[in-house]
């Protein structure tokens, strides 16, 4: 299964997510919805979390795994801290949470779901065919129907890139 894309192949702002699909009986589920932290991560951000974790948070254990120094496991530490929109503070080097990000349409202490009832269509979604260059709303609605295609697992992200780039 191909990796979550977090960024736009075409203009690099970030990517949301707007359906989730269940594996086994294709129930499908629309709405707005936040990655995690984690998938956020570039790869060498996550390499290091995992490494970090394999080895219970023992930087002499990363530093032995991973065949660089200990100064390099902080930085790299303190990097992956930053990815995740941590700072570490003055206070006995703690580290400190980032304040939970508003969502657009939704007021603070209000519940989780989406504003609008989900839509659950069920069975298999049909195939993408490849689409003429098109302009204005059409090329809207390509869009959607490539970058739904990738998100399914239908495209890979070169061919998704590609389609995207024969709209512009």
């Known amino acids: 299964m191909a990796k979550l894309l977090t960024r736009c192949p075409v203009c690099e702002s970030a990517l949301g997510i707007s359906e989730l699909k269940c594996t086994r009986c294709q129930t499908r589920i629309q709405g707005a919805f936040d990655p995690c932290r984690f998938c956020r991560l570039a790869?060498?951000?996550?390499?290091?979390?995992?490494?970090?974790?394999?080895?219970?948070?023992?930087?002499?254990?990363?530093?032995?795994?991973?065949?660089?120094?200990?100064?390099?496991?902080?930085?790299?530490?303190?990097?992956?801290?930053?990815?995740?929109?941590?700072?570490?503070?003055?206070?006995?080097?703690?580290?400190?949470?980032p304040p939970v990000p508003p969502v657009p349409g939704r007021e603070p202490g209000?519940?989780?779901?989406?504003?609008?009832?989900?839509?659950?269509?069920?069975?298999?979604?049909?195939?993408?065919?490849?689409?003429?260059?098109?302009?204005?709303?059409?090329?809207?609605?390509?869009?959607r129907e490539v970058l739904d295609a990738l998100a399914r697992g239908d495209l890979s992200a070169e061919e998704a890139a590609s389609a995207l780039r024969e709209l512009t």
Do not use: D, M
């Open 110 to 143: 209000s519940p989780v779901a989406p504003q609008a009832p989900p839509t659950f269509p069920v069975g298999p979604a049909a195939p993408v065919q490849p689409a003429p260059p098109v302009a204005g709303p059409e090329a809207e609605a390509r869009r």
């Open 43 to 97: 790869p060498e951000h996550l390499a290091f979390v995992e490494t970090f974790l394999r080895c219970e948070g023992n930087l002499s254990r990363v530093e032995k795994e991973l065949g660089i120094s200990y100064p390099t496991v902080r930085n790299k530490l303190t990097a992956a801290l930053a990815a995740l929109g941590f700072t570490t503070s003055g206070v006995n080097g703690g580290v400190e949470a």
